[in-house]
């Protein structure tokens, strides 16, 4: 009798939080927070990854994403390559697929991809051997943001399972706003957005969330997630006037009520969005949100490609593998 | 007008089930076709093939001039026989633009060397597709104009619409309308619902058609003139066309294979292949088609076959164009997706892919008796085959249906009494 041979199990990708179970989030989580552990001693380098290699492929200004990516990858000891397209043969008009095609030559391990088109991750998943991440793609998903916002909350909070979670502000261009409204669903949380309707989209409750146009709805709130006010992304004159904006949805000091925590993804519009002395309180967890950043996607590499290599459920629902910690 | 390329007409006969639903003929009979007209029909034994009256497809982009590596004359009228059709109606959203007597002339006789089907091209209703100046109607008229459309682009002026629908008055050509308003579209690249926010896709809403369709409606109205709504796809407008025929006045209106199947759920593949303008609707707007249809109040079955590059739609989903081929899988795709689970009549869908687009357009229907010219299709209804890039005679392969097993397939066509596709159904 021949050989029983098990196909190779599929590349496992991060495109989306709609592709992930609750299962895969918690091992994320959970594997996010033995890191933490790891790196608080003096030497912040695991050898994890060593001779594995990541291409950061940012077709989007970026800055903590980018740098948070980079030091992920070298903190888990893995070679880096970051590449914009200002001053790459993106400039030169090289579509996405050849530019994917090329970096794909040099058999990374990981490629992440950030873009201002939806479904350019997914694209290059479908053209590389590599594990794909997705570094946000146009208004559509930004999972690793959403993954290290849940850490936040619950290395706070404690907990994820029962949170309220007000998202306030521009649902309409955030791909952070979808990811978390899925991510929050998967653990258990609920979540209401609040914002003018003109930035609400229609459609947006069958992600499982709720939707109010008053800000009063945030006082029921454990978390308030304040959403950046996107310009950049703005053809449209969907407010009359920042100003008109801030009066009505402004995170101020007198919105906020005790015990409840702030987020924002960043970067922030201070005076816009949120007020500075909200910014800069004792509620804010901005910065622990970046410090999150870090671990958990140090988490995501460490999930795709050790989990990964070792021929796991393509699902990703495999036990996680024990650390190994230098 | 309709052109071919010059050749000799066929001889040849064709037995079967014969199904004719526009003059009430279901039976089984030997037609005999001699040179290019149907010549005797005769009681015969029941074989395997259905024949009815050739398609007639008033919504095609054949690409030429300007984009010959997309669709040429030649290419897309090949593709036309091997979907059954004996004549189809081509866009004039070219480059340039079939906006005077000079580019039109060049068309025809371009197609008067390469059509293997009978093709009618339709002219520009502004100068440019701008939506400023009217274009020379009458001259375009002498010349053979099938229509009037800016189809790809909507007349965005409601001053300039009126003037057309008042001017055309002096051909006897109908305008074929492209319904979109562009402040409502911008930026929408699928259905404004749960799907697209979903994803973060731009919101293309109903409402950027319907709008349109009851603007126009209310200005042919009042102008005593008709006019034919372009692959319509929210429910609104099926209402609006309703309410407006219900009135006694005159309008025609066409729906693609995609928008009688499809929904929006199709594009949270983020497949560029379901990107299409107007966008895949939500299912009570395809149920609203299928029943307009069904009732008679959409009269005409349009592929809009909207050929891409492959470099072109091998792209994010908000980079690539609109739009989807449709010529050769329209049979199959209504026959598998519509008929055989019992949603619409098979007569109704043969009745809606010849007859009903023909009466629309003031073109000759085709029919099966004896003098008529022949224009016919043979169906083999349990044949089935797989939609594959590699499969396709137009040359372009951006297909919805790309993986997808059909069953019905065309295997003959005669155009205008000339035997243009002969395969073997169970290839």
Aim: hydrophobic letters at 40%.
């Amino acid at each position: 009798m021949a050989e029983l041979r098990l196909p190779a199990p599929p590349r496992r990708h991060l495109l989306s939080i709609a592709d992930l179970e609750r299962a895969d989030v918690e091992r994320v989580l959970d594997t996010a927070q033995s890191l933490a552990a790891s790196l608080d001693r003096e030497v912040k380098k695991l050898p994890t990854l060593r001779g594995r290699t990541v291409v950061n492929l940012f077709y989007e200004s970026s800055t903590r994403t980018l740098a948070s990516f980079e030091l992920a990858a070298k903190r888990l000891s893995a070679d880096t390559m970051s590449l914009r397209s200002a001053g790459s043969s993106v400039d030169k008009g090289e579509s996405l697929k050849d530019t994917a095609l090329t970096l794909s030559a040099y058999e990374p391990d990981v490629i992440v991809v950030r873009h201002p088109s939806i479904g350019a991750p997914q694209l290059v998943a479908q053209l590389t051997d590599a594990h794909v991440v997705n570094a946000g793609d146009g208004k559509h998903q930004h999972p690793t943001q959403a993954l290290l916002d849940l850490y936040t909350m619950r290395e706070a909070l404690g907990r994820l399972q029962g949170l309220q979670v007000a998202v306030v502000g521009d649902v309409l261009h955030s791909r952070v706003a979808r990811s978390l409204v899925q991510a929050l669903g998967l653990v258990g949380a609920r979540t209401v957005l609040v914002g003018p309707p003109t930035l609400v989209p229609r459609g947006i409750e069958a992600l499982g969330c709720e939707v109010s146009y008053d800000i009063e709805t945030i006082a029921d709130a454990d978390v308030v997630y304040v959403l950046r006010m996107q310009h950049e992304r703005m053809a449209d004159a969907f407010v009359p006037s920042l100003r008109e904006y801030t009066t009505l949805y402004g995170i101020t000091p007198e919105r906020v009520r005790d015990g409840q925590v702030v987020m924002h993804p960043g970067p922030m519009n201070r005076g816009v969005e949120i007020d500075p002395r909200v910014a800069d309180s004792e509620a804010a967890l901005v910065t622990d949100q970046v410090r999150s950043g870090l671990v958990v996607r140090m988490a995501v590499l460490y999930d795709l490609v050790a989990v990964g290599s070792v021929g796991s459920d393509p699902r990703g629902l495999s036990p996680a593998v024990s650390l190994e910690v230098a | 007008m309709l052109v071919a390329r010059n050749g000799r007409s066929d001889s040849l006969t064709l037995e079967g089930r014969v199904l004719a639903p526009a003059q009430g003929i279901d039976d089984s009979l030997r037609i005999t076709i001699t040179d290019g007209v149907i010549s005797s029909l005769e009681p015969a034994a029941a074989g395997s093939l259905t024949i009815a009256p050739a398609f007639v497809d008033p919504h095609v982009h054949l690409r030429t001039p300007g984009r010959e590596d997309e669709e040429t004359i030649r290419s897309g009228t090949e593709a036309a026989a091997a979907g059954g059709y004996c004549a189809i109606l081509a866009m004039p959203n070219t480059e340039p633009v079939v906006d005077s007597a000079s580019v039109l002339c060049a068309l025809v006789e371009r197609a008067r060397e390469e059509a293997v089907v009978p093709t009618g091209f339709m002219a520009a209703i502004s100068k440019g597709q701008h939506g400023d100046e009217l274009t020379e109607m009458a001259e375009l008229a002498a010349v053979g104009a099938a229509a009037f459309t800016d189809d790809g682009r909507p007349v965005v002026s409601a001053g300039l619409m009126r003037r057309a629908l008042r001017y055309s008055a002096v051909t006897d050509l109908r305008l074929a309308l492209h319904c979109e308003e562009p402040s409502l579209s911008r930026d929408g690249h699928a259905h404004e619902g749960a799907v697209a926010a979903a994803l973060g896709i731009g919101p293309y809403p109903s409402t950027a058609e319907s709008v349109m369709v009851e603007r126009d409606l209310s200005l042919a109205e009042s102008e005593g003139r008709s006019i034919h709504l372009m692959h319509l796809s929210a429910r609104e407008s099926v209402a609006a066309l309703d309410h407006t025929l219900a009135s006694g006045a005159p309008a025609t209106g066409e729906v693609t294979p995609h928008h009688l199947v499809l929904t929006d759920e199709a594009v949270r593949s983020l497949d560029t292949n379901t990107k299409m303008n107007p966008p895949l609707r939500s299912p009570d707007d395809r149920d609203a088609l299928r029943d307009a249809l069904r009732r008679g109040a959409i009269s005409c079955i349009a592929t809009d076959h909207a050929p891409h590059a492959r470099q072109e739609k091998d792209v994010p989903f908000e980079e690539a164009p609109f739009g989807v081929t449709g010529l050769e899988t329209a049979f199959s795709a209504l026959h598998t997706h519509l008929v055989v689970p019992g949603i619409l009549t098979f007569e109704t869908l043969l009745e809606r892919m010849s007859a009903g687009p023909a009466r629309a357009f003031g073109l000759v229907e085709p029919r099966i008796e004896v003098g008529a010219r022949a224009n016919l299709v043979a169906l083999d209804l349990d044949a089935e085959w797989t939609v594959t890039e590699g499969g396709f005679r137009s040359l372009s392969a951006n297909s919805w249906l790309l993986g997808e097993t059909l069953r019905g397939r065309v295997v003959k066509t005669v155009a205008d009494g000339r035997l243009v596709l002969a395969q073997d159904g169970r290839e």
